[in-house]
């Protein structure tokens, strides 16, 4: 039901997003300008302004999201430093291990798994991802090519993190935004998941086929996210003490793929974006089977 409902409408987005980079030569940088500066903040701004998080159970699951992504960093940081990794390698990887598709598959996923009532906690790790990637996100991109400083000041050039400002401001000022533009701003941004996975279509047409050392980091990324990072995911939310339906949708968090934004940042600051493609492509066919496990083991 999983493969059906929410891994095949991907794999043909995909499918279609290839066989335009194939037959037609199409370039995915403008396609992921328009996703990166106008599509995905405004879908962040809406999100934020409906779901903005409060009280214990968005610190115990920000908590959970940001320490594994810190704990991930850490050790891609190590491996980086012992297997001497260029720049532009080290933030490919951690793009790919660190980013979770909490909107487009996690909402539908735990929907199907565990009901309506997950619903609210996964937009909160969805506010979190969003976050993420607008800062740490945009800052591991740009570093790949760029020093400290000027990736730094990346971070603010993009439009993402005015976003998160701005829906902060409607909420301090307790604003009242129209509906009818508030639902025009939504019609648009939902189109952001969509148009991203067309663009790791076109973006999996164009891999080169590397040496044995470049293919070995891309098995070596895919396999870590697909079976290492859920199992620390799994271990930290348990270590955290959650219970029940939080603790339940955060092992199903934990084997999400890697989220598409990723891909569009790794694109848009050119940090192998072959490299993160194949993990997103790789992490998304095998996460269902990754999930089931889970899924029998709440059971």
Not at 87 to 99: H, M, P
């Amino acid at each position: 039901m999983i493969l059906l409902e929410v891994v095949l409408p991907l794999l043909v987005l995909m499918g279609l997003g290839f066989l335009l980079g194939r037959l037609r030569h199409t370039d995915p940088q403008p396609l992921s300008d328009v996703t990166l500066y106008i599509l995905l903040p405004i879908l962040l701004f809406t999100s934020l302004v409906h779901h903005l998080p409060s009280g214990m159970q968005a610190v115990q699951l920000f908590a959970w999201y940001f320490g594994l992504v810190f704990l991930l960093w850490l050790v891609i940081a190590l491996i980086a430093y012992l297997a001497a990794w260029e720049r532009a390698t080290r933030s490919a990887v951690l793009l790919g291990l660190t980013g979770f598709n909490m909107a487009s598959y996690g909402l539908p996923v735990a929907l199907f798994a565990l009901g309506e009532h997950s619903l609210s906690i996964v937009m909160i790790l969805v506010v979190a991802s969003n976050i993420h990637m607008a800062t740490f996100g945009v800052y591991i991109a740009a570093s790949g090519q760029q020093e400290k400083g000027r990736a730094l000041a990346s971070v603010f050039k993009m439009p993402l993190i005015h976003a998160i400002w701005l829906a902060l401001l409607v909420h301090a000022l307790d604003l009242t935004l129209p509906a009818r533009l508030l639902s025009l701003a939504e019609m648009v941004g939902r189109a952001a998941p969509p148009l991203g996975m067309i663009v790791l279509g076109i973006q999996i047409s164009a891999i080169p086929l590397r040496s044995s050392e470049g293919m070995a980091v891309l098995y070596g990324g895919a396999i870590s996210k697909i079976f290492i990072v859920p199992v620390l995911g799994i271990l930290f939310a348990l270590s955290l003490g959650t219970e029940d339906l939080i603790r339940d949708t955060l092992l199903l968090g934990a084997c999400l793929p890697t989220a598409i934004n990723y891909l569009l940042l790794s694109v848009r600051f050119d940090v192998r974006p072959d490299l993160v493609g194949g993990i997103l492509f790789l992490s998304t066919l095998i996460s269902p089977f990754t999930i089931a496990l889970v899924l029998w083991f709440i059971d």
